[in-house]
T-cell receptor, first 115, second 115 residues
Framework: DADVTQTPRNRITKTGKRIMLECSQT?????MYWYRQDPGLGLRLIYY???????NKGEISDGYSVSRQAQAKFSLSLESAIPNQTALYFC??????????????FGPGTRLTVL | AQSVTQPDIHITVSEGASLELRCNYS??????LFWYVQSPGQGLQLLLK??????LVQGIKGFEAEFKRSQSSFNLRKPSVHWSDAAEYFC?????????????FGGGTRVLVKP
């Protein structure tokens, strides 16, 4: 009964391939986020969306794109994967009524390896 | 711009001993502060949060943290660690004034528990 789910949980792909990571949530939150985690760097924001018609770049958006298909779904795409995109990717949601949207709820993560 | 520093990359502690993880932040106003834990192969779980009020906050799993404005710190403590506390811990600060309510994470502290 996870509130934020991510698929796939693990993916190995080759350089140059297009990859899509999917996130779904049942929390009813309007705001959704994509982060990547690298050792020693914590989590860094890739993209975020405040509603279906709103998409914003985060601090490391180069090489990524996103799609907000519905309130509950937010997908991250790597158009042409490269090895330095190997990382753990997290989706998160927030509700502006909770700490102004600062309290975020995370999915279990997708481990992506680009060979 | 806000920033978060976790000075200790690794900490090793004996089971039953006390634990303190350091977190220093840089932010121009009173921030929203969070501690998350990531167990091996798992996603991020919120341990505790501080928004305002009492500067000593209690969280789950027996953890507590103290906000010290004068030191720009939000250190996490546990009086007696259990083997299951072996994990990576992330401190994060939320910027309630910024578009996107961006969470900025520290680099993480990995805790090893010796029997």
């Amino acid at each position: 009964d996870a509130d934020v789910t991510q698929t796939p949980r693990n993916r190995i792909t080759k350089t140059g391939k297009r990859i899509m990571l999917e996130c779904s949530q049942t929390k009813g939150h309007d705001r959704m986020y994509w982060y990547r985690q690298d050792p020693g760097l914590g989590l860094r924001l890739i993209y975020y969306s405040f509603d279906v018609k709103d998409i914003n770049k985060g601090e490391i958006s180069d090489g990524y794109s996103v799609s907000r298909q519905a309130q509950a779904k937010f997908s991250l795409s790597l158009e042409s994967a490269i090895p330095n995109q190997t990382a753990l990717y997290f989706c998160a949601t927030s509700d502006p009524q909770l700490a102004g949207g600062n309290e975020q709820f995370f999915g279990p993560g997708t481990r992506l390896t680009v060979l | 711009a806000q920033s978060v520093t976790q000075p200790d990359i690794h900490i090793t502690v004996s089971e039953g001993a006390s634990l303190e993880l350091r977190c220093n932040y840089s932010y121009g106003a009173t921030p929203y502060l969070f501690w998350y834990v990531q167990s091996p192969g798992q996603g991020l779980q919120l341990l505790l949060k501080y928004f305002s009020g009492d500067t000593l906050v209690q969280g789950i799993k027996g953890f507590e943290a103290e906000f010290k404005r004068s030191q720009s710190s939000f250190n996490l403590r546990k009086p007696s660690v259990h083997w299951s506390d072996a994990a990576e811990y992330f401190c994060a600060v939320g910027d309630w004034k910024a578009a996107g309510n961006k969470l900025t994470f520290g680099g993480g502290t990995r805790v090893l528990v010796k029997p």
